[in-house]
């Protein structure tokens, strides 16, 4: 069964009880990296691309580690380096896509990324798929469940004005929050569909086995 949007945020709220500070800890560092490289002229873009990728992994086995309960630190974020290629073929992929529908249309755009939005997760629970496989895998997933994560997003906008009135201070704890819920939004899909008697029995076979290190 599908958990309610406002379950997911509460089980974020839960997975980061007394991990606050390592969360907030460790967007701030990822953040530091991003600004130091995309202020270099020139270079600083080209960088900026060719390590989103790696990074966006990291921080996705980063958060899946908080939200599963297992040992995470802040080094984890440094851990899509070792799948440098995989990551970095996803995340421009991803991109090419969502621009190419975006192209079309505001909507359609908007729709690719939704679909897209799974990916990262799946290459970080399987180490043997190709970006292609896990891009494929995520819109298998999102099938039927897009306007869920619409508006699970659409439920951070509050959180977000607020976080403007405190000068951006409030971003430190919205940025985790934000994550972790959508972390638990996948794990839920993960669960939905390796359900024995889910009505989703014929659709795509997922995986969840919690990251070692």
């Keep these: 069964m599908i958990s309610e949007n406002a379950e997911l945020m509460r089980q974020a709220r839960e ?26 002229p020139i270079l600083g873009t080209i960088a900026t691309l060719i390590i989103g990728g790696p990074l966006e992994l990291g921080m996705i086995i980063f958060c899946l580690n908080i939200a599963r309960n297992n040992r995470a630190d802040v080094a984890q974020i440094f851990e899509g380096f070792k799948r440098f290629g995989p990551a970095l073929v996803a995340y421009i992929l991803v991109a090419v896509f969502t621009l190419l529908w975006m192209l079309l249309l505001i909507i359609p755009g908007i729709i690719a990324a939704l679909a897209y939005s799974q990916t990262f997760f799946i290459l970080a629970d399987n180490e043997d798929i190709n970006p292609r496989a896990a891009m494929k895998q995520s819109r298998m997933m999102m099938d039927g469940f897009k306007w869920k994560f619409f508006c699970l997003e659409c439920r951070f906008i509050g959180w977000a004005i607020l976080c403007i009135l405190t000068l951006g201070i409030g ?31 014929s659709g795509p076979s997922v995986t969840s086995n919690p990251i070692q290190y």
Aim: a negative charge; zero cysteines; hydrophobic letters at 55%.
């Design 171 to 201: 971003f430190l704890w919205f940025m985790p929050y934000v994550t972790i819920s959508m972390t638990h939004f996948y794990e839920d899909l993960v669960r939905f569909y390796n359900e024995p008697q889910s009505a989703q029995a």
């Design 15 to 40: 997975s980061l009880k007394g991990k606050w500070g390592l969360a907030i800890g460790t967007f701030v560092l990822l953040f530091i990296i991003e600004i130091i490289i995309g202020v270099i």
